[in-house]
């Protein structure tokens, strides 16, 4: 037996019939063709799947469609205008910090998340969320150069 979630993803308002056991990952990849979410571990540990949740940086593979209902969802094909890429994209690409890009989209979102409430996170705020992502080609330097660059791009877009 079926049921209907609406939420709205990336500005775009969407009803999805889902069983009840399916992961958010599972209606972005599968049901809105939104294939820019990886799928990694599937237990929540890599950061692969990360999208924006009204707000907030969640794990998709773990967060259960059913509860999408009224939320607002971000996921890295939101970022960007056209071609014009996000600042936190052109900051992690300027930095050296993307190479396979397998776990870009996962770190981006989770960026965009800290960023968006605190621009004025301090490196141990961007550190500890950096933590919660693994990377196997770029190495974590580059990837927190770049989260500090896209920091002050951001800052200064703000003017």
């Known amino acids: 037996m079926g049921q209907t979630v609406s939420f709205t993803v990336n500005g775009s308002r969407k009803s999805v019939e889902i069983e009840g056991w399916e992961k958010l990952i599972d209606v972005l990849r599968d049901k809105l063709n939104l294939t820019g979410t990886k799928r990694g571990c599937d237990d929540a540990s890599c950061g692969a799947c990360v999208v924006v ?20 969802v971000l996921t890295i094909e939101g970022m ?3 071609t014009t890429l996000h600042p936190i994209q052109e900051a992690l690409i300027e930095a050296g910090a993307v190479q396979c890009g397998y776990c870009i989209p996962g770190i981006v979102m989770a960026l965009y998340a800290l960023l ?3 621009i004025a996170a301090t490196e141990e ?3 500890e969320e950096l933590a919660h ?3 196997r080609c ?7 150069e770049g989260a500090k660059l896209a920091q002050k791009k951001m800052a200064a877009a703000r003017g």
Do not use: P, W
Not at 62 to 71: F, P, Q, T
Not at 138 to 144: D, P, Q, S, V
């Open 133 to 135: 992502h693994l990377c």
């Open 80 to 82: 960007s205008n056209g």
């Open 125 to 127: 705020d961007i550190l």
């Open 53 to 72: 949740v009204d707000g907030e940086a969640m794990r998709s593979c773990v967060y259960l469609a059913k509860k999408l209902e009224g939320k607002q």
């Open 116 to 118: 968006t409430k605190n």
């Open 138 to 144: 770029t190495g974590y330097e580059a990837i927190l």
